[in-house]
């Protein structure tokens, strides 16, 4: 038998505590941090979940809305999408069948997040953000996919402040298989200094990631995956700081407490 995180926490995920909501009276200016999760993979059921109720760590799960009612086993299916928000992560979309929206006509773009919108919505789920498959975006897909979101992420490895800050173009850095819990710890640093938003764009979350890679195992899909390790690592890095010095928050949230930087 094979042990997961939630064995090791000896929980039933459906019960654990939920992430609260951050309230605007919490934002005094503060540096942010987000942790954007993009797929809808199953390991993050197990091996990320518990973490964010364990350490009360708000999150978004970006969801592609084909694949929670496929049978691929690698990818959650509604009702793991469901617990995950009720458990008070964030489930943002993620496009229908996980397309590279640059390469579509308008139509085939609109249908990607409407269709996706849809299919959250049917359960329940307000879907506030979307983050763009393989972050591929353009001027184009911005001014169709904005009538859709309140926000959307994309990639450019960099954090977001006043003076580069678009709700529809939200930056964020890319855990890689070999990013370790002081590399995140680096970028959360210097958003504390810069009193930036930083959102942290992650994938697969594997016991393994490099081993995996090595052994050429199932589990490794991609260079982007992480471990439950770094998500533990970095989240209690994260508590440690305070949350007058640095609050997280998921995308959504962040996007309203930062509002006055739109000016
Ligand atoms: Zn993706």
Redesign the pocket.
Known sequence: MVFTTADALHVNIEFLPRVPAVTKEQYNGQALVTFSY??GYMNWYSKALPYHSKYAMPGTFNINGSRIYGDDPHFMKASHVWVADSLGIEIGA?TQD?KALTTLTDEDIIYQVATNIAVLEDLGIPVHTLAA??SDYDERVYSIVSDYFEGVRVYDGVTNQAHNYDRYWLKAKAVKNYTTVEDIQGWIDEAIQERSWLIIMLHNVVDDPIEGCANGADECDELYDTSPQVLEGVMQYINAQGKDTLLPVNTYEGIQLVEAWEQ
């Open positions: 993009d797929d993620h996980h498959s393989y």
